[in-house]
């Protein structure tokens, strides 16, 4: 039966979506930088600080109710919503500031619900991508949504940093204010496919009862078990080594400069801007069977890198080191993300429209709670190794390479979808 031309998703509800999302995440990493600097300028306090961006990130284990709340909503008004909060919240902080009454607690308060907010709002987007874009482009699609993201985290501290400087905090906070609404009236526009769903009970309960059916439904779909599995490790071994050791790396075993420091983290960070713009490109060659050639060639990069940090290396001067290390560092960063979006992009093509949102949103928290605890243990191992970085810099490569030989194994009989 042929497709009605009003089944067919329109890629100018797809391209509001976007431009949307770039004035949301860019105002809302434009905040959150500069609350951070003005933290770090007023109380002085590292650990203080580190604290507030901690309990500030444990709302993001809500995004599985985020996930299940898209699966019954119109995602279109819930992206609208959110918005809208979101820039009536900030106007609160405006509010605060101009009667004198801004404080520590009320900057915490706020990093609280925006990110409470920001949980329940990204899978609405996530689920929203498939239903606004045509299979044979939702690799594509997937990759220049993970693209603002990335943009968006490189160029705020650009951004955040002039503009904090030069005008200050409360001009920081209007322009995040005024991001969050005209995000929101941009989304108005936009038009979802929905199809409204009944309703057994009172809210709560219904959609209590939704988000333990999608953890049934993960923990039944054998492929998508398998890959969550495969995410969760990524994200506990590699992620957090980037997010962690690369930094300490660059400052404190390389003793790069400020220029050099930035230089370097901008690459790697652009690396997987570039990762998630060519995966529209690079999805038709690739094959779940395969995927684990990825890893392979990343735990050789991994060795790349750990003989940059090798002392003979390190005697040599700074630039081969430092060249030889983003040699291998900039093609893991990349090929990260296209793993990623991948891996999502297959779980997005199989699974039906009414679990999309809260299988994509268990995914995600699953995965993320992983990051965090890969951190502290990277913390720990660098702070132990500082002299000898090149040792466990080594072993993630051992380990990635025992990842890659688990998805070969994982994946191997999986049917392309």
Known sequence: MPERKSDIPSPHN???????????????????????????????????????????????????????????????????????????????LIILMNVGKISIPAIGVTMVLLSIISALYTPAVTASIPLLVEKHRLEGANGLVQAVQSLSAVAAPVLGGILYGI????????ISCISFFLSAVMEIFIKIPFEKRQWNGRIVPTITKDLKDGFIYVMKQKFIRKVSIIAVLLNLVLIPYFLVGAPIVLR???????????????????????????????????????????????????M??????????????????????????????????????FIITKVQKITPNENLGKVMAIITAVAQCAAPLGQILYGIVFESWGAQIFIPTFFVGIAILLLGGLTQRMLKCEEEL
């Open 252 to 302: 404190v075993t390389l003793q790069s400069g400020d220029t050099l420091y930035g230089i370097g983290m901008g690459v790697i960070n652009a690396a997987t801007i570039i990762g998630a713009l060519s995966i529209g490109l690079l999805a038709p060659k690739m094959k779940l069977k395969t995927l684990h050639r990825w890893l392979f060639a990343s735990a050789l990069f991994l």
């Open 304 to 341: 790349l890198m750990a003989v940059s940090l090798m002392p003979f290396m390190l005697g040599m001067g700074y630039c081969p080191s430092f060249i030889l290390f983003m040699l291998g560092a900039v093609p893991i960063a990349a090929s990260m993300t296209i793993i990623s979006i």
């Open 14 to 92: 797809f391209k509001l979506m976007v431009f949307g999302q770039i004035i949301s995440i860019l105002g809302s990493a434009l905040l959150r930088f500069a609350l951070s600097l003005y933290v770090l300028d007023t109380t002085g306090s590292e650990s203080l600080f580190a604290t507030m961006y901690a309990i500030s990130n444990i709302p993001l284990l809500l995004a599985p109710l985020g996930g299940a709340v898209a699966d019954r909503f119109n995602r279109r008004n819930l992206m609208v919503l959110f918005d809208f909060t979101s820039s009536a919240i900030v106007l609160c």
């Open 167 to 174: 005008m200050g905090l409360s001009v920081v906070i209007m």
